[in-house]
């Protein structure tokens, strides 16, 4: 009885196995289709405005930092990792980098953060633009929050021109999704460029599984910070550069 009992359990195994063998691979996932009124960087329209853009100075250092963020809920500590080592500052080492480190969506996590903010709250709820501005400065960089509520399009369009005209000067912006057309609610991400003409800011979109980088009006992206949040308050942005002594 014994015996039968072990050659089922093998036999069953073994099914088990070939079956899995069998299965076609998961499929890969796939990028959502962009909205028509933005337009993606790696198409033949994205990458001519990019040829002419004439506020560009953030879009090396950010591209060569570009990463995905981590988890649904972590497109602020993405967008930090991103500038904070565009802005070359004081990096944090590791035994097996020689000291030379890079920061990471898990190494910007540190206590002084997480007297403003858990890791496990940002984890579970994402990171709301007060919260990223005061990130920003634990790690010893300046950064001016500004909500959408409190300026114009027009004052929005010359700042984040101007900054993006600016070496060692950021913008991250804090907006939402669905006011553009994408899926999902409030996102944050960096802006790398500005094409004048159109009128039109590129945005290194951090969730690259969703959408690739695209550039967007100032007019739709203003819209989409100027929507409130549950907390009753407005998106905006965040402008981080080195401190001045």
Not at 40 to 55: F, H, K, N, T
Not at 65 to 70: A, G, K, L, S, Y
Not at 197 to 211: A, E, N, P, Q, T
Request: with cysteine; aromatic share 8%.
């Amino acid at each position: 009885m014994r015996y039968r009992v072990k050659h089922l359990v093998s036999r069953l195994g073994y099914e088990l196995v070939e079956a899995r063998r069998q299965m076609p691979p998961p499929a890969a996932p796939v990028p959502l289709d962009m909205p028509a009124n933005l337009i993606a960087l790696d198409s033949a329209e994205g990458l001519q405005r990019l040829r002419e853009a004439d506020a560009i100075a953030d879009y090396v250092p950010l591209s060569m930092h570009f990463v995905t963020q981590d988890t649904p809920t972590f497109c602020g500590p993405a967008s930090m990792s991103m500038v904070l080592n565009a802005l070359g500052i004081a990096r944090p080492g590791t035994s097996h980098s020689d000291q030379h480190g890079l920061f990471d969506q898990n190494n910007i996590f540190t206590r002084q953060t997480h007297s403003i903010t858990p890791r496990s709250e940002i984890r579970r709820s994402g990171t709301p633009l007060s919260t990223l501005g005061r990130f920003f400065e634990t790690h010893g960089v300046d950064a001016k929050t500004v909500y959408a509520s409190t300026v114009t399009a027009d004052v929005f369009r010359d700042t984040a021109r101007r900054v993006l005209q600016t070496p060692a000067e950021y913008l991250v912006v804090n907006y939402n999704r669905a006011e553009v057309g994408q899926l999902s609610g409030g996102h944050i991400s960096p802006v790398a460029a500005y094409h004048s003409d159109s009128d039109m800011f590129l945005i290194l979109d951090v969730s690259r599984y969703k959408y690739p980088p695209f550039w967007i009006t100032a007019e739709d992206l203003f819209r989409a910070m100027n929507v409130k949040t549950g907390a009753g308050i407005t998106h905006g942005y965040v402008i981080v550069g080195r401190k001045l002594n």
